[in-house]
């Protein structure tokens, strides 16, 4: 079965660190590239990095750059995103996709969807 498993998800304080694993099954982690989406309450979903670990290219949003870590793990089959000084309004539920992880319009392409995991931050 083909599909993405998101884990890592979890309540941080403010400042706090989390570690978000995205799983892909029935394929290889560098057979697509993979980028890491969020959706809060109320608010439409936005990408947040990305990675085509075959080429070489990540890509941070604004707001990930300098705190946030996209990796591939090739040998686990996976996709780390390291979220560091997580602020509250940061909240969300995150999401792992397949994407074209190209130019700055990445985040509007995405096919394969995983489930999600939780991210809440307290203040």
């Known amino acids: 079965q083909v599909q993405l498993v998101e884990s890592g998800g979890g309540l941080v304080q403010s400042g706090g660190s989390l570690r978000l694993s995205c799983s892909p099954s029935?394929?290889?982690?560098?057979?697509?590239?993979i980028g890491w989406f969020r959706q809060a309450p109320g608010k439409e979903r936005e990408g947040v990095s990305c990675i085509n670990i075959k080429e070489g290219r990540i890509i941070y949003e604004d707001f990930a750059q300098g705190r946030f870590t996209i990796a591939g793990d090739k040998a686990k089959n996976l996709v780390n995103l390291a979220l560091n000084n997580l602020k509250p309004e940061e909240t969300a539920m995150y999401y792992c996709?397949?994407?074209?992880?190209?130019?700055?319009?990445?985040?509007?392409?995405?096919?394969?969807w995983g489930q999600g995991t939780q991210v809440t931050v307290s203040e």
């Open positions: 029935g394929f290889s982690v560098d057979s697509y590239a």
């Open positions: 996709a397949t994407t074209f992880c190209e130019g700055r319009n990445w985040h509007r392409s995405a096919g394969l």
